[in-house]
C-alpha cells in the first residue's frame, strides 16, 4: 500500500501534454489493487512505491532512441484506484501521446564501399544496420550512405543475391558524426548444380505426371512441369519432382537456390519448395499459391540447411479436384554455395600460400598468355582493387610475399614522375625517382626484335598477339630503375608505343608521359605557303643546344629573328607573322629562313603574299 511517487517529473508520462502531480494516491482496499515491480535493467521508472522505494509503480521499457525498439508503459496498480479521477484522464492521456508520438530521427551517418568481386558495376547490393529498418543499396561505384541513424554499437550486413552475405560488427555512429570506411568484398557463390532441361531429366528423380515440356520455358527450349499433357489432377498428397543426387554442402556456411517459375494453380491447390538432409524427412522453404502469369525469378537462401553434409532439392504440387488448371513450370534450377573460405588477395591460385606461383599466373594474365582469369581469379590478381590488372598489380603481390617472408622493405625513394622517351631505335626511362615495375604496350614489329640491355635487372617478360606487344619489367627481390635517364630496351622501327603504366616502389602509378625525340637537326617547310598574314615554322632538334631561327630578305638581310636561345632535344613549331623586329609588316615577296646550330645549318625559301 501507499501513494505513487514521481521519479522522473521531465518525462513525457509526467508532462505531456498534462503536468501530473509529483504523488498519486491509491484507494488499496484489496490484493490486485496496487503491486510494486521490480524493473529490469533496460527499464527506468516514471514514479515508484512508497512501501518499495526501489521498484516501481510506473516503469517505460524503451532503452533507446531507435524507433523500432520497444515502447513499453507497464503500470503495477488497478487504474481504476487511482484516487485522482482527473490525474486518470490526464496520465491515461500522457501515456497514449507517448506511445504514439513518431521519436525523432537519429543524425548519424554510415557509409562505405561494397565490392562484387566479380564485376565492375557494384550496384544493386542492400547494406543494412541489424536490428533496425535502417538501409540503404550500393551505386554503380559500389557506394552507399544510411542517413538518419541513431547513436549506438551495430552489426551492419551486405547482401545480394548470388554472392555472400557479409557482416561488420560493433560499428558505433553517434549524433551529427559520420561513421566512414564501413567497406565489403562479396564473392560470386559457386554454382554447384545447374539444369536448364535441354539434357533431358537425368538429374531427377520424377513422380508421375512431372515431365519435360517445350510448350513454355524461360530459356529455349524447354521446361520441367508438373503436367506436361495439359492441365493437372487432383492429388492431395502430391507428386514431385526430387534431386537424383544429393548435393554436397560440407564447408559451406551459405547458400542460395535459384530458378525461374510460372504458375495457374486452383483455389486451395499449393506449390512447395522442399529440402532434405536425409532425402526421407522434408523441410518447406517456400509456398507458392494463385495464378503468376509471367516468367519470375526466385532467390531462395539456403543458409539454414548448411550443416547438413548433403541436401536434396524438391518442387511438390498439392492439389484437390476443385479447381485443376495449366499448373507449374520451372527453368534454370540452380544451387549456389560459398567456396568454404574466405578468399585473399594475391592467392591467385587459390592454394592457401602467396607465393611466386601466383606471380606467374598474374604476370601470364596481363600477357593474355593462357586461358583469361576467372571471376575469382580476376578478384584475387587485382591486388589494389581497381578493376584492372596490370604491373601495379604485380609490383604489390611482390610485396606481399616479401613482407611476410620479413624481407625489408625497399628504402629507396619512388618516383612520382615519369618519361619515356624514344630516340630511333632506343626506348628510356627519365624519371625523378626510383621504379619498381613497367609495363609497356606496343603496336607494330616484332617482339624478337626487343634487346633489354644488362644494365637493366628487373625481370622481363614478353607477349605478342597480332600487332600488339605487351613488355612486363618487375623485379622479385627488390631491385629497381634507379633515378635519373636509364636505356630500356632496343626496339624495331615499326614498333610504336601504344600505352605505358609505370609503378613506383609502392605499387602505385607514376605520372607518365611518352615522348619520340628526333634523332638529327630538321627544319621543315613552313606552312602554308603561300602564306598572309601568318605561317608555321617547324624544327627537330636531336639534342640539346643552342639554336638560332632566323628570317632574310632576298638580298640577305636580317627581316627577323624568331628563336635564339638553349633547345632541349625534341620537336618545335613557331609562327610568323610576317613582322621584321620592329614589328613593322613587311612587303610581299619571297623570303628565307634558317635555323643555326653548333655543327648544323639549314636554309628554306618561303612567300609572302599581301
Given at each position: 500500500?501507499?501513494?505513487?511517487?514521481?521519479?522522473?517529473?521531465?518525462?513525457p508520462?509526467?508532462?505531456?501534454?498534462?503536468?501530473?502531480?509529483?504523488?498519486?494516491?491509491?484507494?488499496?482496499?484489496?490484493?490486485?489493487?496496487?503491486?510494486?515491480?521490480?524493473?529490469?535493467?533496460?527499464?527506468?521508472?516514471?514514479?515508484?512505491?512508497?512501501?518499495?522505494?526501489?521498484?516501481?509503480?510506473?516503469?517505460?521499457?524503451?532503452?533507446?532512441?531507435?524507433p523500432?525498439?520497444?515502447?513499453i508503459?507497464?503500470?503495477s496498480?488497478?487504474f481504476?484506484?487511482?484516487?485522482?479521477?482527473?490525474?486518470?484522464?490526464?496520465?491515461?492521456?500522457?501515456t497514449?501521446?507517448?506511445?504514439?508520438?513518431?521519436?525523432?530521427l537519429?543524425?548519424?551517418i554510415?557509409?562505405?564501399n561494397?565490392?562484387?568481386?566479380?564485376?565492375?558495376?557494384?550496384?544493386?547490393?542492400?547494406?543494412?544496420?541489424?536490428?533496425?529498418?535502417?538501409?540503404?543499396?550500393?551505386?554503380?561505384?559500389?557506394?552507399?550512405?544510411?542517413?538518419?541513424?541513431?547513436?549506438?554499437?551495430?552489426s551492419?550486413r551486405?547482401?545480394?543475391?548470388?554472392?555472400?552475405?557479409?557482416?561488420?560488427?560493433?560499428?558505433?555512429?553517434?549524433?551529427?558524426?559520420?561513421?566512414?570506411?564501413?567497406?565489403?568484398?562479396?564473392?560470386?557463390?559457386?554454382?554447384?548444380?545447374?539444369?536448364?532441361?535441354?539434357?533431358?531429366?537425368?538429374?531427377?528423380?520424377?513422380?508421375?505426371?512431372?515431365?519435360?515440356?517445350?510448350?513454355?520455358?524461360?530459356?529455349?527450349?524447354h521446361?520441367?512441369?508438373?503436367?506436361?499433357?495439359?492441365?493437372?489432377?487432383?492429388?492431395?498428397?502430391?507428386?514431385?519432382?526430387?534431386t537424383?543426387v544429393?548435393?554436397?554442402?560440407?564447408?559451406?556456411?551459405?547458400?542460395?537456390?535459384?530458378?525461374?517459375?510460372?504458375?495457374?494453380?486452383?483455389?486451395?491447390?499449393?506449390?512447395?519448395?522442399?529440402?532434405?538432409?536425409?532425402?526421407?524427412?522434408?523441410e518447406?522453404?517456400?509456398?507458392?499459391?494463385?495464378?503468376?502469369?509471367?516468367?519470375?525469378?526466385?532467390n531462395?537462401?539456403?543458409?539454414?540447411?548448411?550443416?547438413?553434409?548433403?541436401?536434396?532439392?524438391?518442387?511438390?504440387?498439392?492439389?484437390?479436384t476443385?479447381?485443376?488448371l495449366d499448373?507449374?513450370?520451372?527453368?534454370?534450377?540452380?544451387?549456389?554455395?560459398?567456396?568454404?573460405?574466405?578468399?585473399?588477395?594475391?592467392?591467385?591460385?587459390?592454394?592457401?600460400?602467396?607465393?611466386?606461383?601466383?606471380?606467374?599466373?598474374?604476370?601470364?594474365?596481363?600477357?593474355?598468355?593462357?586461358?583469361?582469369?576467372?571471376?575469382?581469379?580476376?578478384?584475387?590478381?587485382?591486388?589494389?582493387g581497381?578493376?584492372?590488372?596490370?604491373?601495379?598489380?604485380?609490383?604489390?603481390?611482390v610485396?606481399?610475399?616479401?613482407?611476410?617472408?620479413?624481407?625489408?622493405?625497399?628504402?629507396?625513394?619512388?618516383?612520382?614522375?615519369?618519361?619515356?622517351?624514344?630516340?630511333?631505335?632506343?626506348?628510356?626511362?627519365?624519371?625523378?625517382g626510383?621504379?619498381?615495375?613497367?609495363?609497356?604496350?606496343f603496336?607494330?614489329?616484332?617482339?624478337n626484335?626487343?634487346?633489354?640491355p644488362?644494365?637493366?635487372?628487373?625481370?622481363s617478360?614478353?607477349?605478342?598477339?597480332?600487332?600488339?606487344?605487351?613488355?612486363?619489367?618487375?623485379?622479385?627481390?627488390?631491385?629497381?630503375?634507379?633515378?635519373?635517364?636509364?636505356?630500356?630496351?632496343?626496339?624495331?622501327?615499326?614498333?610504336?608505343?601504344?600505352?605505358?603504366?609505370?609503378?613506383?616502389?609502392?605499387?602505385?602509378?607514376?605520372?607518365?608521359c611518352?615522348?619520340?625525340?628526333?634523332?638529327?637537326?630538321?627544319?621543315?617547310?613552313?606552312?602554308?605557303?603561300?602564306f598572309?598574314?601568318?605561317?608555321?615554322?617547324?624544327?627537330?632538334?636531336?639534342?640539346?643546344?643552342?639554336?638560332?631561327?632566323?628570317?632574310?630578305?632576298?638580298?640577305?638581310r636580317?627581316?627577323?629573328?624568331?628563336k635564339?636561345?638553349?633547345?632541349?632535344?625534341?620537336?618545335?613549331?613557331?609562327?610568323?607573322?610576317?613582322?621584321?623586329?620592329?614589328?613593322?609588316?613587311?612587303?610581299?615577296?619571297?623570303?628565307?629562313?634558317?635555323?643555326?646550330?653548333?655543327?648544323?645549318?639549314?636554309?628554306?625559301?618561303?612567300?609572302?603574299?599581301?
Amino acid at each position: 500500500e501507499g501513494a505513487l511517487n514521481q521519479i522522473l517529473p521531465e518525462h513525457p508520462i509526467s508532462s505531456l501534454p498534462n503536468t501530473i502531480p509529483a504523488t498519486l494516491n491509491i484507494n488499496y482496499s484489496s490484493y490486485g489493487d496496487e503491486d510494486a515491480s521490480h524493473p529490469l535493467s533496460d527499464a527506468y521508472i516514471v514514479y515508484n512505491t512508497t512501501g518499495e522505494p526501489a521498484d516501481g509503480g510506473i516503469i517505460v521499457y524503451d532503452d533507446n532512441d531507435i524507433p523500432v525498439s520497444a515502447q513499453i508503459v507497464f503500470y503495477s496498480f488497478a487504474f481504476s484506484k487511482l484516487g485522482d479521477t482527473n490525474s486518470r484522464k490526464d496520465i491515461l492521456e500522457n501515456t497514449v501521446l507517448y506511445l504514439t508520438t513518431p521519436e525523432i530521427l537519429g543524425t548519424g551517418i554510415v557509409t562505405g564501399n561494397v565490392d562484387l568481386i566479380d564485376v565492375e558495376v557494384d550496384a544493386g547490393v542492400k547494406v543494412e544496420i541489424l536490428g533496425t529498418n535502417y538501409s540503404a543499396f550500393t551505386d554503380a561505384s559500389g557506394d552507399y550512405t544510411i542517413n538518419n541513424v541513431y547513436p549506438g554499437n551495430f552489426s551492419v550486413r551486405a547482401s545480394k543475391p548470388g554472392y555472400t552475405s557479409q557482416i561488420v560488427t560493433d560499428i558505433a555512429v553517434e549524433n551529427d558524426l559520420t561513421t566512414e570506411n564501413v567497406d565489403f568484398f562479396l564473392q560470386p557463390l559457386l554454382v554447384v548444380f545447374f539444369d536448364d532441361f535441354e539434357n533431358g531429366i537425368s538429374q531427377w528423380n520424377l513422380d508421375n505426371p512431372w515431365g519435360l515440356t517445350g510448350s513454355s520455358y524461360f530459356s529455349a527450349t524447354h521446361s520441367l512441369t508438373d503436367s506436361p499433357e495439359g492441365n493437372y489432377t487432383g492429388n492431395p498428397t502430391g507428386w514431385s519432382a526430387s534431386t537424383a543426387v544429393p548435393i554436397n554442402m560440407e564447408e559451406c556456411a551459405q547458400g542460395l537456390l535459384r530458378f525461374w517459375h510460372k504458375y495457374e494453380l486452383g483455389v486451395g491447390d499449393i506449390a512447395s519448395v522442399e529440402v532434405s538432409g536425409d532425402g526421407s524427412f522434408w523441410e518447406i522453404v517456400k509456398t507458392f499459391s494463385g495464378i503468376q502469369e509471367n516468367w519470375e525469378l526466385v532467390n531462395l537462401n539456403l543458409d539454414s540447411y548448411t550443416s547438413y553434409d548433403f541436401l536434396w532439392l524438391r518442387f511438390r504440387m498439392s492439389a484437390n479436384t476443385i479447381d485443376n488448371l495449366d499448373g507449374w513450370y520451372i527453368d534454370n534450377v540452380e544451387v549456389m554455395l560459398d567456396a568454404g573460405s574466405a578468399l585473399v588477395k594475391g592467392d591467385i591460385n587459390q592454394d592457401g600460400n602467396i607465393d611466386v606461383a601466383d606471380v606467374v599466373k598474374e604476370v601470364n594474365f596481363i600477357l593474355n598468355a593462357g586461358e583469361p582469369p576467372t571471376p575469382v581469379e580476376f578478384w584475387c590478381a587485382d591486388i589494389n582493387g581497381d578493376h584492372q590488372i596490370n604491373v601495379l598489380d604485380v609490383v604489390e603481390l611482390v610485396r606481399i610475399i616479401l613482407n611476410e617472408k620479413g624481407i625489408a622493405k625497399r628504402t629507396g625513394k619512388s618516383a612520382t614522375k615519369c618519361e619515356i622517351i624514344r630516340r630511333g631505335d632506343m626506348l628510356y626511362c627519365n624519371s625523378n625517382g626510383d621504379i619498381a615495375g613497367l609495363e609497356i604496350h606496343f603496336i607494330g614489329g616484332d617482339k624478337n626484335s626487343i634487346i633489354i640491355p644488362p644494365e637493366v635487372v628487373l625481370e622481363s617478360a614478353v607477349s605478342q598477339k597480332n600487332d600488339q606487344t605487351i613488355i612486363l619489367l618487375y623485379s622479385l627481390d627488390e631491385k629497381v630503375l634507379p633515378a635519373g635517364e636509364n636505356a630500356l630496351m632496343t626496339i624495331s622501327e615499326g614498333m610504336k608505343v601504344k600505352s605505358v603504366i609505370v609503378s613506383d616502389l609502392l605499387g602505385r602509378k607514376i605520372e607518365t608521359c611518352v615522348r619520340e625525340l628526333p634523332t638529327r637537326f630538321t627544319l621543315y617547310q613552313n606552312y602554308p605557303n603561300p602564306f598572309n598574314p601568318t605561317t608555321k615554322i617547324a624544327f627537330d632538334i636531336p639534342k640539346s643546344t643552342h639554336a638560332t631561327l632566323t628570317v632574310y630578305d632576298m638580298l640577305g638581310r636580317e627581316v627577323n629573328v624568331l628563336k635564339d636561345g638553349f633547345f632541349e632535344a625534341g620537336n618545335y613549331e613557331v609562327v610568323w607573322d610576317g613582322r621584321n623586329s620592329y614589328g613593322t609588316q613587311v612587303a610581299s615577296g619571297i623570303y628565307f629562313y634558317s635555323i643555326k646550330s653548333v655543327g648544323f645549318e639549314k636554309i628554306r625559301k618561303m612567300v609572302l603574299v599581301r
